[in-house]
């Protein structure tokens, strides 16, 4: 992941970010156009009851790669590290709130420790922080809501649908 982070940090110097994000969605429908007879075929793409949801599920992955990829562009990459591993943090209680899963004692403990050292790395002063920070924080709350939709889908479809919306509609997205 940090390597393919490196390389889109690195792009986004000499290349618009959705020039980058339509190709990377485009390789990524072809490359799995090419391996779907070894996934479960295009026919189970087609033949999930939860078509919806994984649209949903794909364009919140199409924001929250740009969102990454401009908080990539534009802030350190060791605060975006920092601030994204609260992500766990967002994903739990949102599940909490959403699915009504009992988290208990030493979750709850383990989740906030580790909200607590995401906060003393990240070391929020009272300096004005850049307003491209809000990259950041977009990205954890779509990723969160891309992966609490996983959640809800389960695995009726198979793999190929789990990534075919998400690059199909991250070429979409970015098609202009």
């Known amino acids: 992941v940090s390597v393919n982070d490196a390389v889109r940090k690195y792009l986004s110097m000499s290349m618009d970010v959705h020039d980058i994000l339509f190709w990377k969605g485009s390789f990524g429908v072809l490359f799995l156009l090419l391996i ?8 189970s793409v087609f033949r999930s009851k939860n078509r919806r949801w994984h649209a949903l599920r794909g364009i919140i992955m199409a ?55 995401g906060l003393i790395a990240f070391r929020p002063g009272f300096a004005a922080l850049d307003p491209a920070y809000i990259y950041v924080v977009a990205s954890i709350f779509t990723f969160s809501a891309f992966n609490l939709i996983a959640k809800m889908i389960k695995n009726e479809a198979g793999l190929l649908s789990y990534g075919l919306y998400t690059m199909l509609f991250m070429a979409l997205l970015n098609l202009g």
Do not use: C
């Open 63 to 117: 924001f929250n790669t740009l969102f990454s990829l401009l908080a990539l562009a534009s802030v350190p990459m060791l605060d975006a590290y920092t601030l994204w591993f609260t992500g766990p943090f967002v994903v739990s209680l949102l599940s909490l709130f959403i699915f009504k899963e009992p988290l208990g004692r030493m979750r709850l403990l383990a989740i906030g420790m580790g909200f607590l050292g």
């Open 36 to 43: 779907s007879p070894f996934i479960g075929g295009m026919k």
